[in-house]
C-alpha cells in the first residue's frame, strides 16, 4: 500500500505543473507573457499555413495551436517546448487522411480529428507503459534523411500556390510531372506575390536582424522584430489582395476564416475508418515524438534542465487529445517555434498556456482580416520553413563514418521521395531495425593478450601483446542473443579447429550485457562440443545481472571449466596450473 509521499511524488509525476506551479512568481510570469506575445506573432501565419498544407481549412491549424498548447502546459516536463502543427507531421497527415477521404470533404476533416484523437491515445499509452524507447527504433541519421526527403516534398508541394496553379501526387515525382503539366497556367500576379513573399522571408531570416543591430537596435529586440518578419509578410500581401481585388484577378485567397473560439468535435470511431488511421497514427506519433523530445532535451540542456520522456509522450499525447476535441489535428513539438519561445525567456510551460489565449483572442478578433490572405504567401512561409530542415550533408557524413548507415539513409530518402511520406517513415524504421540486427549477428571479437607490465589484455592485431601456449583468450564486445548465437558457435569452432594445441578458452565477457535463451543454448553446445575435443571453457569478467541469470540455470554446474572475476585472475590461473592441471576455484 503506497504512501501518502509516495502517491503525492506519483501525482507529480504525471501533473509537472504542480511541480514547477509552487515556485511561480512575478519575474517567471513576466517572462512567460513576453515570450507568448511573440510565439503568438510567429504562429498565426504558421498555423494557418501548416493546415492548408495538411489540405484541412486554415482555422483548423489555430484550432491545433489552443487547447494542446494548454494541454502540454499541465502535462509536459518542458520549460520551452511548444506544441502545435508542423510541417513533417501535416504533410503525413494529408498523405494519411487523403488514403481515406476526398480533400475538401467533412469526411476528411472527421479522419484527421481522429487522427489526431489515435495518435494522442497511441502517445498516452506509450508513457504510462513507458515505452519511450520505442522511438530508438529510428536512429537520427534515418530520421534526418526522413525529415530531409519531407522538407523536399513539402516545398514542392507549395509550389502550386507559388504559381497559382492546380497540382497534386504523393511523391515527388508525381508532383514535378503535375506543376510542370500546369505552368502554362501560372497566374503572374500570384508568381510576383509568391517569389516576392519567399524572398523577403530568406532576407528576414539572414539579413533583418544584422540591419536593425546596425541601425542601433539592441540585439534581442533585433531578433524579436526579425523573428516577426512573416506576420509583415501576411499584413502587407493581405493590404495588397483587399485594396486592389486581386482576388479578382484570379489571385487564390486564404477565404472566410470562420471566427470564433474552437468547437466542440468527436473524432469517429467507425471500426473501419479506425483500421485504416491506426497504422498511420502509430508512425505520426513516433515521428513527432521524435522531433518533440530532441528539441526539448537541447533546450533543456542549455539551462541545465532535464525533461522525463515517459512523461514528455503523455503530454504530447494529451495535446493531440485536446486537438481531437477543438476541430484539430496531429501536433507535436516545433523546433523553430520551441526556439523562439526558449529565445524569448519562456520560464516555464505556462508560457504555452499564455500563448492559447492569445491565439484565442486572435481566433475572435482576427479571422475576418485573413479572408484576403494569399495563399501564395503561407506557401513562401512553408518553403521558408522547411528549407531549414533540408540537409543533404548526412549522405556524405554517412558515407565518411559508415557505409551501412549510408545505405539506410540514402534509401530512405529516395523510398519518401519515389513512394511517399507513410513508406518512407516506415522503411526508415524497418531499415533502422535490419542494421542493428546485422551488426549485432557479426560481433565484433578479438583474441586478447597481456599487455606487458599490466594487467590489462588488448588486441593482438593492434597491440604488442603476450599470449601463452594452450590459452585462447576471446573477448566478445557485445551482448551475446538469438541473432548472434551461432556466429559465436562457428567462431570458436574454426578457431579451436585451426589450432589443435589449445586446451583452454576464456571468453571474456565485460561488454556482455544480456545473455539470452538461445545465447545460453549456444553457450551449453560450445560447452558440450570443446568438452569431446578435450578443451575447458571458462568465462571471465561476467557482469553482475548477467552472472544472475546465469546462476538461475543449470549452466554453471556443468561448465567444463569456470567463471573468474578478472580476465588476469584466469590467465594467471590457468597459466600456473598448465594444460593438464586443475585451475583453482574462482573468485565469484
Not at 303 to 327: C, H, M, W
Not at 398 to 415: E, G, M, P, R
Amino acid at each position: 500500500m503506497p504512501t501518502n509521499g509516495t502517491a503525492k511524488l506519483g501525482w507529480r509525476r504525471y501533473f509537472p505543473i504542480l511541480e514547477w506551479g509552487r515556485t511561480y512568481d512575478r519575474d517567471a510570469l513576466t517572462n512567460d507573457l513576453v515570450a507568448a506575445i511573440i510565439v503568438t506573432i510567429m504562429l498565426i501565419p504558421q498555423s494557418l499555413a501548416y493546415a492548408l498544407l495538411a489540405g484541412l481549412p486554415p482555422e483548423m491549424g489555430l484550432y491545433a495551436s489552443i487547447l494542446p498548447l494548454v494541454a502540454y502546459a499541465i502535462f509536459g516536463t518542458s520549460r520551452a517546448l511548444a506544441v502545435g502543427p508542423v510541417a513533417v507531421i501535416s504533410l503525413m497527415t494529408a498523405a494519411a487522411v487523403g488514403s481515406v477521404a476526398a480533400q475538401g470533404t467533412a469526411g476528411y476533416i472527421v479522419a484527421a480529428i481522429t487522427l489526431a484523437f489515435l495518435s494522442g491515445i497511441f502517445l498516452i499509452l506509450m508513457g504510462v507503459f513507458r515505452l519511450g524507447f520505442l522511438a530508438n527504433l529510428l536512429s537520427h541519421p534515418i530520421v534526418s534523411g526522413f525529415i530531409t526527403a519531407a522538407g523536399i516534398i513539402i516545398a514542392a508541394s507549395q509550389l502550386k500556390h507559388i504559381l497559382g496553379i492546380s497540382a497534386d501526387g504523393h511523391n515527388l515525382l508525381e508532383l514535378l510531372v503535375s506543376l510542370a503539366s500546369g505552368l502554362a497556367d501560372t497566374n503572374p500576379i500570384t508568381l510576383a506575390i509568391g517569389v516576392g513573399s519567399t524572398v523577403f522571408l530568406f532576407w528576414v531570416r539572414k539579413g533583418l536582424k544584422p540591419l536593425l543591430v546596425g541601425m542601433g537596435l539592441r540585439p534581442k529586440l533585433a531578433d524579436i522584430v526579425a523573428k516577426a518578419g512573416p506576420v509583415a509578410a501576411v499584413a502587407v500581401t493581405t493590404l495588397a489582395a483587399w485594396g486592389l481585388d486581386l482576388g479578382a484577378a484570379g489571385v487564390k485567397l486564404v477565404g472566410a476564416v470562420p471566427q470564433g473560439l474552437p468547437p466542440l468535435t468527436l473524432p469517429s470511431f467507425a471500426p473501419d475508418l479506425v483500421l485504416a488511421l491506426i497504422g498511420p497514427a502509430a508512425l505520426i506519433s513516433l515521428i513527432g515524438f521524435v522531433e518533440s523530445v530532441s528539441v526539448a532535451q537541447t533546450l533543456a540542456a542549455r539551462k541545465r534542465q532535464r525533461i522525463d520522456p515517459d512523461q514528455e509522450l503523455i503530454g504530447l499525447g494529451a495535446s493531440n487529445v485536446a486537438a481531437a476535441f477543438t476541430g484539430g489535428y496531429p501536433v507535436t513539438g516545433g523546433f523553430a517555434r520551441s526556439v523562439v519561445n526558449y529565445d524569448a525567456g519562456a520560464e516555464t510551460p505556462a508560457a504555452g498556456a499564455y500563448t492559447a489565449v492569445g491565439l484565442a483572442i486572435a481566433t475572435l478578433l482576427l479571422t475576418p482580416l485573413l479572408a484576403f490572405l494569399p495563399q501564395a504567401t503561407l506557401a513562401a512561409t512553408i518553403i521558408v520553413a522547411v528549407l531549414s530542415l533540408i540537409d543533404l550533408s548526412i549522405l556524405r557524413k554517412a558515407w565518411t563514418y559508415s557505409k551501412a548507415d549510408f545505405i539506410a539513409v540514402a534509401a530512405t530518402i529516395l523510398a519518401t521521395l519515389s513512394l511517399g511520406i507513410e513508406i518512407g517513415v516506415s522503411m526508415g524504421v524497418a531499415l533502422s531495425i535490419l542494421i542493428h540486427l546485422y551488426r549485432t549477428s557479426k560481433p565484433h571479437m578479438a583474441i586478447v593478450g597481456q599487455v606487458p607490465g599490466t594487467e590489462h589484455y588488448r588486441n593482438v592485431k593492434r597491440h604488442e601483446v603476450i599470449t601463452r601456449p594452450g590459452i585462447v583468450s576471446l573477448r566478445v564486445d557485445e551482448s551475446l542473443y538469438f541473432a548472434n548465437a551461432r556466429y559465436l558457435e562457428d567462431y570458436i569452432y574454426d578457431l579451436v579447429a585451426t589450432q589443435p594445441d589449445i586446451r583452454h578458452v576464456v571468453l571474456a565477457c565485460p561488454a556482455v550485457n544480456l545473455i539470452d535463451m538461445s545465447a545460453l543454448e549456444s553457450l551449453e553446445a560450445i560447452d558440450h562440443r570443446l568438452s569431446d575435443m578435450r578443451v575447458k571453457l571458462h568465462l571471465s569478467e561476467v557482469k553482475g545481472p548477467v552472472m544472475d541469470a546465469l546462476e538461475r540455470t543449470d549452466f554453471l554446474k556443468h561448465l567444463s571449466g569456470q567463471v573468474f572475476l578478472s580476465h588476469h585472475m584466469a590467465m594467471r590461473a590457468l597459466s600456473e596450473t598448465g594444460p593438464a592441471g586443475e585451475a583453482p576455484l574462482a573468485a565469484q
